[in-house]
């Protein structure tokens, strides 16, 4: 502590009322009896309110990739907002709203180029389950209303986004399928045939076939849509077996269901490219995106429509007809639009895609480099992203990532854990000697905590 204010913030915080918040994904009693609390961010580092510096390994939540306080981010929203505050995008529109859909259409896959803007990766996966539903309905096959997830799949807090989900607790606490129809394919973590692997294991491609075995079931006829997370980040970072995407593709294609990419983490350069969809060469119908779209400056989210799934919705009615009945108030609004807008400026100005498939081979010696420590059960990772699965201790799952965490945060490191797995997505912007940090870091924690 240097200085008259950090003192005068310290003490606030120590008086700080903590009783209204009611904290998300928080053991609330646990973190109020001892919070963690940071005032200021910058590039590569949070500071604490005691005026400690610790370095961001997770990029936020898997969203800050740009970096911390880019000053081009906070001068787009401040002149937006000093413009025009707000405006609403039904029935009346701004043009920021066209302009941010027209970047981002510039980079998803050919031909998915038509946009639909939320606030939030929750609630892009419900607005693409509703225009999956909806495009089967415009083509006369409105019976085509069930919807397959995957096991330890996560697609955000709607209903819709945890009916496909497949993460137990989530689930548990609120009665398993919100919506009726539901089915799930199979994780394809298998650590015993794909342990410590790099990349993309080579064990688990044929898992896709498990969806034809739930269109045999089902009938092709009753489906609308799968919905899977070419990377999965918040089950523990899950990483799709070699040839299972595209063959998800191929069977999806076969019965006419529609393939959509969950890609609120695995957008915007986690791995390399714009999207997990041009990373793997696999091109699903619908993606949605969040978090890194506008480097989480302000809430939004979007979702990337195949333009043959737009124009069987949109010119299939009268003109003076809403074809989606469909959206948010804050959809498209101004200033996270100017975020998101100035946010594609810095990524490719800096070229931060590139950047990141660049740093992605030192990324992985580093990671793997804990292979053989104390209890280390896995080591997974892809591009930009990476997990480290340590072994519960017996009783009291989760027990042993979360000193792990707690220890790594008083060293000056913040990582993510679930469950056992230590989770890791630094923003693009980290460089070799912040990943070295990390690391070892990390290793410190792990053997004070064996």
């Keep these: 502590m240097n200085t008259i204010t950090d003192a005068k913030h310290l003490e606030q915080t120590t008086e700080l009322d903590m009783s209204n918040f009611w904290m998300p994904f928080t053991a609330n009693k646990q973190f109020k009896a001892a919070p963690r609390m940071f005032k200021k961010a910058k590039g590569m580092y949070y500071t604490t309110v005691d005026d400690r510096q610790v370095i961001d390994a997770v990029a936020g939540l898997w969203c800050v990739n740009a970096g911390h306080g880019r000053e081009e981010i906070v001068q787009a929203v401040t002149q937006q907002m000093s413009q025009m505050d707000y405006a609403p995008t039904f029935q009346m529109g701004h043009p920021i709203a066209f302009e941010a859909a027209t970047r981002l259409a510039q980079i998803m896959p050919a031909d998915m180029d038509r946009i639909f803007f939320t606030n ?25 209303t069930r919807l397959i997830g995957r096991e330890r799949g996560y697609h955000g807090v709607g209903f819709g986004g945890i009916s496909v989900g497949g993460i137990l607790p989530n689930r548990k606490a609120f009665s398993a399928n919100m919506i009726p129809g539901v ?13 410590f692997s790099r990349g993309q294991p080579a064990w688990g491609g044929h898992l896709a076939d498990e969806l034809e075995k739930i269109v045999a079931l089902h009938d092709a006829s009753t489906i609308a849509a799968v919905i899977i997370e070419p990377v999965s980040g918040s089950a523990g970072v899950l990483l799709p077996p070699q040839g299972y995407l595209q063959r998800l593709r191929d069977i999806c294609t076969k019965h006419g269901i529609l393939l959509i990419f969950d890609e609120v983490i695995t957008g915007f350069g986690r791995l390399g490219k714009a999207t997990a969809s041009e990373f793997f060469g696999v091109t699903p119908d619908l993606i949605t995106m969040a978090k890194a779209i506008n480097n989480a400056a302000i809430p939004m989210g979007a979702v990337a429509a195949h333009r043959n799934v737009h124009d069987t919705i949109v010119h299939g009615g009268p003109a003076n007809a809403i074809e989606l009945f469909h959206g948010y108030t804050y ?11 100035a946010t594609q400026d810095i990524y490719e100005r800096e070229a931060l895609f590139e950047r990141s498939a660049a740093m992605a081979p030192v990324f992985e010696k580093a990671i793997h480099s804990l292979k053989g420590e104390p209890n280390v059960k896995d080591i997974r990772n892809l591009g930009l992203v990476g997990g480290i ?8 799952p989760g027990t042993r990532a979360y000193d792990a965490f707690l220890k790594c945060f008083q060293n000056g490191v913040m990582v993510r854990f679930t469950g056992d797995t230590l989770a890791f997505s630094p923003p693009l912007i980290v460089e070799d000697s912040h990943i070295d940090q ?13």
């Design 389 to 396: 699965e340590l072994q519960s201790r017996e009783g009291a």
């Design 331 to 341: 959809s498209a609004h101004p200033a996270a639009a100017a975020a998101c807008i």
């Design 120 to 144: 939030s990766g929750s609630e892009a996966v419900d607005t693409a389950l509703k225009i999956a539903l909806a495009y089967h309905r415009s083509r006369g096959e409105g019976q085509r």
């Design 438 to 450: 990390i690391f070892e870091t990390v290793r410190k924690a792990i053997r004070e905590v064996a």
């Design 183 to 195: 089915d799930h394919m199979p994780a394809t973590l298998n650590i015993e045939k794909a342990a």
